[in-house]
């Protein structure tokens, strides 16, 4: 059992920037691939970004594509998703994933979710 607590949403206008935390407890975090994702209302939830057990490998969703970057520190059981150059359309609850077995970027794979953050940007 992995335990995920999200933090670090808020209101920021756009061309902002915020930085997500995902804290872990539980089994061993460096087991775990690690991905976020987000969800607007009315809409599915989608892949944002996803990164390696070791740090190594990510994948990042085209429309956050240079603008995000997910990391890591092992040592601290943490994921962190730095957002910058925030749009309008970036607004959701962004849940923080662990998948046992590798970097995916599809949902289904990942077995632990987080409860959610809200980053809401405004024009």
């Known amino acids: 059992q992995v335990q995920l607590v999200e933090s670090g949403g808020g209101l920021v206008q756009a061309g902002g920037s915020l930085r997500l935390s995902c804290a872990a407890s539980?089994?061993?975090?460096?087991?775990?691939?690690m991905g976020w994702f987000r969800q607007a209302p009315g809409k599915e939830r989608e892949f944002v970004a996803a990164?390696?057990?070791?740090?190594?490998?990510?994948y990042y969703a085209d429309s956050v594509k240079g603008r995000f970057t997910i990391s890591r520190d092992n040592t601290k059981n943490t994921v962190y998703l730095q957002m910058n150059s925030l749009k309008p359309e970036d607004s959701a609850v962004y849940y923080c994933?662990?998948?046992?077995?590798?970097?995916?970027?599809?949902?289904?794979?990942?077995?632990?979710w987080g409860q959610g953050t809200q980053v809401t940007v405004s024009s």
């Open positions: 994933a662990a998948n046992q077995w590798t970097i995916s970027t599809r949902r289904a794979a990942y077995d632990y």
């Open positions: 539980g089994r061993a975090f460096s087991n775990y691939a």
């Open positions: 990164i390696h057990r070791s740090g190594d490998m990510t």
